[in-house]
């Protein structure tokens, strides 16, 4: 099956990459910085905030009103 004008490039950019790779040890190449990203989702986030602090307001203003 021929290669797609698209994929040759993709191809030999790859080769170019690691053909400048070779014999050299892993510690002297360049990583790339990974990014932290959080397990958790900033909407579940929200809602345990919503639910822990609203639960706490909710429970300050009802002892401060109905003693």
């Known amino acids: ?3 797609t004008p698209q ?3 993709s ?3 790859f080769a170019k990459v ?3 790779k070779m014999g050299k040890p892993e510690g002297t190449l ?3 910085q990974q990014t932290f990203k959080s397990p958790v ?3 579940w986030l929200i809602l345990l905030a919503f639910v822990v602090f609203g639960g706490l307001i909710f429970e ?3 002892r ?3 003693r």
């Open 30 to 32: 360049k990583k790339k």
């Open 18 to 20: 690691n053909t400048a």
């Open 11 to 13: 191809n030999q950019k």
């Open 1 to 3: 099956m021929a290669q």
């Open 64 to 66: 401060i009103f109905f």
């Open 41 to 43: 989702s900033p909407i």
């Open 7 to 9: 994929q040759r490039i």
């Open 60 to 62: 300050l203003i009802s």
